[in-house]
């Protein structure tokens, strides 16, 4: 049986960098200290594949690779990144960043690997019951787990709240371009949001992540904010998603390739979790699940 991978790239694809870091995937830790390149305009998914390509070039990168996209991923295929470029809708992207980089990639949504990076190593690490992450930055990720195991592509960003998307109300990313106070965010918005999903899903423990997850801008909201559930920051702070993004390539790609049998995950092909072109031709892996704590 072929053994999981010890080190992956994990690139984190954002709506304004792209940034990458080797994982070691037993300490969940970056291996090397961090690179970022601006998100090209217009994000397509060629230029952005560009981008990732010289970040596997800067850390001189052969190996496998795991990458996050801002948008609804399924088997390897980006269905939505209305962050990114409406171009990307049904882009098989794992089969572009490999044809890019000719590594094997493995891609799943960003919030659901930073969620994954935070139940294996971070704020979520052991805790059963239902946990959720929220990802404050461009938009609004979600990542949603019960007893560790991912419920995938959840995108609560997109719920509508008042006849508008959450993340149009409440990305940290707003707070920016309008230039609000922290007290008019937290408490008028992402108070909002949080309390339409806490309605919805009832967590045990909520981890706030993304940009606002920043110390110094969770000591400045994170007071604010009012819940029936646990509520945290992320542990990981922005590394998350890399450190995600290495788990998912551990997930997905089998370290050793053997003749004659097919490749295999353990994913179960209906499952929603970005099962990817990488798994052409033949292998005996078998790849882990997307469980935090298996
Ligand atoms: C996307 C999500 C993503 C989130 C955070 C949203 O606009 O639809 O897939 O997780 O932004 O990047």
């Known amino acids: 049986m072929a053994k999981p991978i010890k080190k992956a790239l994990g690139i984190d694809i954002g709506g304004s960098g792209v940034k990458g870091a080797p994982v070691h995937l037993k300490r969940g ?3 090397a200290e961090r690179f970022r390149i601006p998100t090209p305009r217009p994000a397509t998914p060629k230029a952005v594949a560009n981008t990732v390509a010289e970040i596997a070039k800067h850390f001189r990168w052969k190996g496998p690779i795991g990458c996050t996209v801002p948008g609804l991923v399924r088997d390897g295929v980006v269905e939505m990144a209305s962050n990114l470029d409406p171009t990307w809708n049904g882009t098989h992207v794992a089969r572009l960043i490999k044809k ?17 990076a935070e139940m294996k190593y971070g704020a979520g690490k052991g805790k059963k019951g239902v946990v ?7 938009g609004i990720g979600s990542a949603l787990f019960l007893d560790g195991r991912l419920l995938p592509n959840t995108e609560f960003g997109h719920l509508q709240i008042g006849g508008q998307l959450a993340e149009d109300i409440a990305a940290h990313s707003v707070r920016e371009t309008q230039d609000l ?3 008019a965010w937290a408490r008028g918005r992402v108070q909002e949001v949080i309390d339409h999903i806490e309605f919805l899903f009832s967590p045990d423990l909520i981890i706030i992540g993304g940009g606002a997850s ?4 969770w000591a400045e909201f994170g007071h604010l904010l009012h819940t029936r559930a646990k509520l945290v920051p992320a542990a990981l702070g922005n590394n998350a998603g890399i450190v995600g993004a290495g788990i998912v390539a551990r997930a997905q790609i089998p370290r050793k390739r053997k ?9 179960p092909s209906s499952s929603l979790t970005g099962t990817t072109e ?13 469980s935090a704590t298996s």
């Open 214 to 217: 920043r110390p110094d801008r």
């Open 181 to 183: 106070e922290w007290d």
């Open 259 to 267: 003749r004659g049998k097919k490749w295999l995950t353990n994913q």
């Open 278 to 290: 990488l798994f052409e031709g033949e292998d005996d892996g078998k790849a882990e699940g997307f």
């Open 132 to 138: 959720l992450l929220l990802t404050f930055g461009t």
């Open 29 to 31: 830790e970056l291996l």
């Open 100 to 116: 890019k980089t000719g590594c094997k990639v493995a891609v799943m949504n960003d919030a659901d690997a930073a969620g994954l």
